[in-house]
């Protein structure tokens, strides 16, 4: 199975994909942003920087999609909507143009023609204390003091993340809505597995 994970910052993306990984024995694809160069600089000068940075940071996950491209069993931290939905964020929020945000989706519509669909996307859904509370216990010291923008991104990162879906025709059944309360919780981690073997095995039975 090639499986991605998506949700907004803080939502468990990381830990949920370990997990999977381990579960499941496949390659794990981590998400470089984290510790990309260019973090620091969107968080600084977010207006100024954030076209050149969002497309650093999905040009680094391009490549590591690309080496594993033949590889069918993978868990991906992330996928490659990732930057479209912050893409469609920033561009509501004012800090990227209508002309920027066409250019990003020229950019990733061109470089998903080189990459395999996934067989499922794993949408990590959290309710906004969670995503603060994750956010904060973490304790990266680049996300401090960055509330009122993670307010925004995360009251907008589902509508924008179903706008991208419809987009770009994915269809419900590729898609997994998942509220999480503890993934560390053994019975929750099992109800997971449960769900997304369910959902594999009747996309497999109907051919998709």
Request: glycine fraction near 4%; include cysteine.
């Amino acid at each position: 199975m090639r499986i991605g994970i998506i949700g907004p910052t803080g939502a468990g993306k990381s830990l949920l994909s370990q997990k999977l990984a381990d579960y499941y024995h496949y390659t794990l694809i981590e998400e470089p942003v984290a510790k990309s160069p260019f973090l620091p600089i969107f968080y600084n000068q977010k207006t100024e920087m954030c076209f050149i940075a969002q497309n650093a940071f999905y040009s680094d996950l391009f490549l590591l999609f690309y080496d594993q491209r033949n590889n069918p069993d993978v868990i991906c931290d992330s996928t490659m909507l990732s930057n479209l939905v912050f893409c469609e964020i920033m561009r509501l929020e004012g800090m990227m143009t209508c002309r920027q945000a066409a250019l990003t989706y020229a950019i990733a519509d061109n470089d998903m023609r080189h990459l395999p669909e996934l067989d499922l996307t794993v949408v990590v859904e959290r309710t906004n204390a969670q995503l603060f509370a994750n956010v904060y216990k973490r304790g990266r010291d680049i996300e401090q003091g960055q509330e009122d923008y993670l307010t925004f991104h995360n009251a907008n990162y589902y509508p924008a993340l179903r706008r991208i879906f419809h987009h770009y025709h994915i269809g419900d059944e590729k898609v997994l809505w998942l509220p999480i309360r503890d993934m560390e919780d053994p019975e929750e981690f099992a109800s997971i597995i449960q769900r997304i073997e369910e959902r594999v095995q009747s996309n497999q039975k109907a051919g998709k």
